[in-house]
């Protein structure tokens, strides 16, 4: 069943993502709050043998974040949740198959959390950036022809502007075809984040630390 097909799926998301989108810490260390602006940028790499690659960045002045992504190979015209992540024991990295706890060969967003850590802001196209819209579905970029082109400025708070700023943020975009049936579907199981959900929905495709010095 397409996430897209089914209103069971798609509606009332937002009132379910609470556990999914807790925090624990600002991920920040060393001096406080900026003065001027600061740029962040990473090289997006594949998660989950998914073929997912790009580019993004993040420019930073005060509380407000200047964000671009731009991502191919993404499945076709279905919603694809990104989001900034870090919290405090987060190892500010992309997950690894170390990071498979059950040894399954798919990565899910929850068992990438000691790399990435949680999510902070995301990354919708309208209303709401915080972590409450961790799962919007109808608010993620939709892929048309496997491409997505993102832009957007947004406000946050003091504490994940500075870890932004800090190089303790790591970019993640979620959403693969496990089956390549085009379409996201129940087959591989249901979502480690809202059972409503199938993991082919939420599972990670992309990542991307964000530094100040990246080459």
Do not use: Q, W
């Amino acid at each position: 069943m397409s996430v897209l097909a089914s209103g069971v799926l798609v509606g009332g998301l937002l009132a379910s993502t609470g556990s999914a989108s807790a925090t624990d810490g600002d991920g920040s260390s060393g001096a406080p709050g900026a003065v001027g602006a600061k740029k962040t940028r990473t090289h997006l790499a594949p998660i989950n043998n998914s073929g997912v690659r790009g580019t993004a960045r993040v420019k930073v002045h005060n509380r407000r974040l200047t964000v671009s992504v731009n991502a191919h190979g993404l499945l076709r015209k279905m919603p694809h949740a990104m989001h900034l992540h870090f919290a405090k024991k987060a190892r500010h990295t992309c997950p690894t198959v170390r990071d498979d706890k059950n040894a399954d060969h798919r990565l899910n967003t929850t068992e990438g959390t000691g790399a990435y850590g949680n999510v902070r802001v995301s990354l919708t196209k309208s209303g709401a950036t915080g972590p409450k819209s961790a799962l919007a579905v109808k608010r993620f970029p939709t892929a048309p022809r496997g491409k997505i082109h993102y832009s957007r400025t947004l406000r946050t708070s003091k504490a994940v502007a500075r870890g932004v700023r800090n190089g303790n943020s790591v970019l993640v975009v979620h959403g693969i075809d496990y089956n390549h049936n085009r379409k996201y579907d129940f087959k591989a199981g249901k979502s480690d984040l809202d059972p409503k959900l199938p993991t082919e929905a939420t599972d990670p495709v992309a990542c991307g630390v964000l530094r100040t010095n990246h080459k």
